[in-house]
């Protein structure tokens, strides 16, 4: 059965987004509005490489040293996030929000937050408000942020319109196709399901999903023998994704 298009949003931030940096909610996004705290720069630069403590270690004397920088309560919020700890997180972000109300890295990364929180109608207040503005030159992050919120909540035109906007600004952002990749074959168009993966696989490398959908569209197309390769491949590459134990048991490849 293909999966439900309102399943968890962002499953893969913290590897996939994270790794190729180009992330709705990734350390790239935390910038520093001072270049002389040394220990903000530092804690962002080991949040990038996944070194955890002493990205903590670092962002904690940032914060310390000015309780007032909003980018270091944003980035410590993210690496709370990387802790599961999310009640950490939500004050962080809600601090470095009320510190800078109109920072748009605060509010994407925030807005991402509360949607996957179930906190909906606060999320897309802001992710609305940060892909919208003129003044951000990534609204395309926002945009795909606030179209996996729009999934969350069945709003599924929506949320297409939203990933839709994504890709006209930037055509090869990876996330989106993804997501592009799974509407269009929930909507049967399967044909455009393989041509959004092309365009993925163009930036990004497989994910169990990527794979599971593009195993999926081979076999309802009839192209049994690239249906099995992409079921062989799922099961050679993500074992123990809940992807590769569906389809492990799917006897019609």
């Not at 030159?137 to 839709?164: H, M, P, V």
């Not at 993804?178 to 993966?197: C, R, T």
């Amino acid at each position: 059965m293909p999966l439900d298009l309102s399943r968890a949003i962002n499953r893969f931030a913290f590897g996939f987004f994270v790794m190729i940096l180009v992330a709705c909610s990734s350390a790239s996004d935390i910038k520093s509005n001072n270049a002389d705290d040394v220990h903000l720069q530092l804690g962002v630069r080991y949040l990038s490489m996944n070194k955890l403590e002493l990205a903590k270690e670092n962002l904690l004397q940032a914060v310390r040293n000015n309780s007032d920088n909003a980018q270091a309560h944003n980035a410590l919020a993210f690496l709370y996030e990387k802790l599961n700890q999310p009640d950490n997180a939500k004050e962080h972000y809600q601090t470095a929000l009320d510190l800078a109300p109109d920072d748009l890295s605060v509010r994407n990364n925030f807005g991402r937050f509360l949607c996957e929180h179930k906190a909906f109608e606060q999320g897309m207040d802001l992710l609305s408000e940060a892909s919208s503005n003129p003044l951000n030159d990534r609204q395309w992050l926002a945009l795909t942020n606030a179209g996996r919120c729009a999934l969350s909540i069945g709003q599924k035109q929506q949320a297409e319109n939203y990933f839709r906007q994504a890709l006209q600004l930037n055509n090869a952002y990876a996330p989106a196709l993804s997501e592009m990749q799974k509407i269009a074959y929930h909507n049967g168009d399967f044909w455009a399901a393989k041509g959004f993966l092309q365009r993925y696989l163009g930036v990004a490398e497989h994910t169990p999903e990527t794979l599971w959908f593009a195993a999926q569209t081979e076999r309802v197309i009839g192209n049994r023998e690239l249906a099995r390769e992409y079921k062989h491949l799922l099961l050679e590459k993500f074992p123990l994704s809940n992807e590769a134990k569906k389809i492990a048991g799917l006897k019609d490849f």
